[in-house]
């Protein structure tokens, strides 16, 4: 009988306290799958975040190659063009090298037949003097054309490296462009996301003291 009795007493008073947890877990169930919820919604937006700006980064390193590395075709013409105006200039400058020493000998054979006092020959020496001396300033005229189209090749050289590939920075710009503003909208979404996750937070846990055991 007094078996009975403390049994009735126990099931009187843990009665109403585990009837008010089954409650508790009942009404605030919905608020924790809410909070759960938010919970990886705010993860898979900080994931979306972190791929943005490893995108991002990798657009800042592909534009900055091709303002680098420049139009390949257009440094592949002018390092054609100078490689062959070095050549034509080198075949000039040896041109007129020899232009000289043939004008150096004219000379010398001219001074050679005046001093022998060789009339006939000095007609004909004047005359291929004249012609070597007009020939080596053909020559010279010819070389210093070579060193300016040469200069004027490394300068476009140079300004196509510089410049860099139009085409390929436009595109890379754009996208960069996209790229962040997609950024900043995934960060909202993340900021937006992160405060529903925490006012659920704060409504669950007003749920819960709402509905404790009250002594």
């Known amino acids: ?21 089954a409650a508790n877990s ?3 169930a919905s608020q924790a799958a809410a909070v759960k ?5 705010l993860r898979a937006d900080e994931a979306k975040v972190d791929s943005d700006q ?4 990798s657009d800042r390193e592909q534009l900055r190659r091709d303002r680098v590395e420049g139009n390949s075709a257009a440094i592949a013409a002018d390092q054609s063009k100078l490689q062959a105006d070095l050549a034509q200039l080198k075949t000039d400058e040896a041109k007129v090298d020899g232009d000289r020493k043939t004008v150096a000998a004219d000379r010398e054979q001219l001074q ?5 006092d060789n009339s006939a020959a000095l ?26 189209t040469v200069a004027a090749d490394r300068e476009q050289l ?24 997609q950024l900043d909208a995934d ?26 055991p009250r002594q």
């Open 1 to 21: 009988m007094k078996r009975l009795i403390a049994a009735a007493v126990v099931a009187g008073v843990l009665g109403p306290a585990a009837s008010l947890a």
């Open 26 to 28: 009942g009404a605030c």
């Open 37 to 41: 919820a938010d919970r990886v919604q």
């Open 54 to 57: 490893k995108v991002i980064q």
């Open 112 to 116: 050679d037949d005046q001093q022998a």
């Open 123 to 148: 007609a004909a020496d004047k005359s291929k003097l004249q012609a070597d001396v007009a020939q080596l300033k053909t020559d010279e005229a010819k070389v210093d054309s070579d060193r300016k």
């Open 158 to 181: 140079q300004d196509d490296r510089e410049a860099g590939n139009p085409g390929a920075v436009a595109a890379d710009k754009t996208k960069l462009q996209a790229d962040e503003a």
């Open 187 to 212: 960060r909202k979404q993340e900021r937006a996301d992160r405060d529903k996750y925490r006012m659920d937070r704060k409504a669950l846990r007003a749920c819960r003291r709402a509905h404790e």
